[in-house]
């Protein structure tokens, strides 16, 4: 399987310190994060190279460390406490683990513990490393009344790199939820002045997808049935307290397992199979949501519809043939994506017909920007198999002024769109340039 079939691309060109003296392990280790998820590693055989490492790169550099316990110049896990005062969050990936050690590495802040006890602790400790990476792009509300119940959840989900924001009422979380649409998941208390628990996830699940938040109960009321309330309300995990450490661990990381899977089921349903771009109904999905969001009173910005055609695509399918005409497609779709990136909203809507709704450039602004495509398309011939060729788009754009259904917006480029081949395509075709025409006219 290919690495972004596998893997959000935000782990492409992270950085973490692997602290181990078994080259087996550590060449192993380094080729795998890196063919399969683009994650490169510094390896260190001992203390010493692992002083040299930081101090010639600096700790802000790795946002991880994998490190076994006992190395040259530090027997006793000094590597461990050297990472940490650098504060470069440890994996401990070690032989020797029993009990006695398993208590004192949990007590410090380490993430993670792997066991080299097997042949599948290497395919371990990189699923570890993946999770604990991906953890930082992840945002956790933790929500309880009780000061020091909501700062230890807290610790330990800052342990697992998690960022977290905390609220202490129901009430309030609904709020930060409103504000913060990068919360992923909710830890809530039951028992709470106000809204309790069990309403508060009522109360969210009415306008929250299930697929875009995932909530834990916490309790350490002595009642048999909260469980089955919580998870009634629309919960989807319940952890009495007092809890183990590890346990909430790993209900949340098989909570966030789930919430990741789902994305990347949902981003393959939303791209185009042949082109990699979003497709036609991810468009219209989140096209509306962007424009109203645009035409926030608190926020506004400016908006603009465009929609662009390969210019004689046709002729060039039943002159090449459809292979020929595919990779022309592929092509142009890179090219279209290297300049939009992720600002703008870029789809193929069918065929040889894109669509892009571009955010924050006022109409002028939106048609220079617009002729920035039309050129990176134009300037440079489409390499196939067979020959070079000459390829062109054509666009049209239309201003998203006021607040109409989305189609009008795609109707009203598509109208210029149809003026832009009449007037000899390769060219764009705006709005506002026509009405300056009207105007000197």
Known sequence: MKRSERVSDQLVGRKILLVEDSKTYATALAARLLSNYGIEVDCCSSMEELRIALSAAGAEDYGLAV?????????????????????????VFTGSFNDDVR??????PVPDFVLKDGPEALDNVVSSVVRLLSNRQ??????????????????????????????????????????????DMVVVDYEMPGMNGVEFVRAVRRNTDFDRLRIIGVSSAERSDLMTEYLKAGANDYIRRPFNEEEFRWRVAQ?????????????????DYLTGLYNRRHFFEEGPRLVAAGHNSEDRKPMSMAVMDIDNFKLLNDT???????????EISARLSRVCGDRHLLARLGGEEFGL?????????????????????ASEP???VDEELNVTISIGVAEVAERE????????????????????????????EINAHRDVA
Not at 357 to 377: F, S
Not at 405 to 432: I, S
């Open 405 to 432: 259904t989305f189609d009008n917006y795609l109707n009203a480029a598509d109208q210029f769109l149809y003026m832009a081949k009449h007037a000899g395509r390769n060219r764009v075709m705006a709005e506002n």
């Open 138 to 183: 992840m945002r956790v509300l933790v929500v309880d009344d009780v000061t020091s119940t909501r700062e230890l959840l807290a610790v330990h989900l800052r342990k697992q790199l998690f960022n977290v924001t905390k609220a202490s009422s129901g009430e309030t979380a609904i709020t930060e939820l409103a504000s913060r649409p990068d919360i």
């Open 320 to 330: 090449y043939g459809h292979e020929i005409g595919d990779e022309v497609l592929k």
């Open 67 to 91: 490190a076994d316990l006992n190395q040259p110049g530090g027997p006793h896990g000094e590597a461990l406490d050297l990472l940490i005062s650098n504060r470069i969050p440890p994996v």
């Open 103 to 108: 208590q004192s590495v949990l007590a410090k």
């Open 255 to 271: 909570n966030v397992g789930t919430l990741l899977h789902i994305r990347q089921l949902r981003e393959k349903a939303a791209r």
């Open 357 to 377: 709704l571009i955010c924050g450039l006022d109409p002028a602004g939106a048609r220079d920007y617009c002729e920035e495509i039309r050129h990176a398309v």
């Open 382 to 384: 489409v390499h196939t």
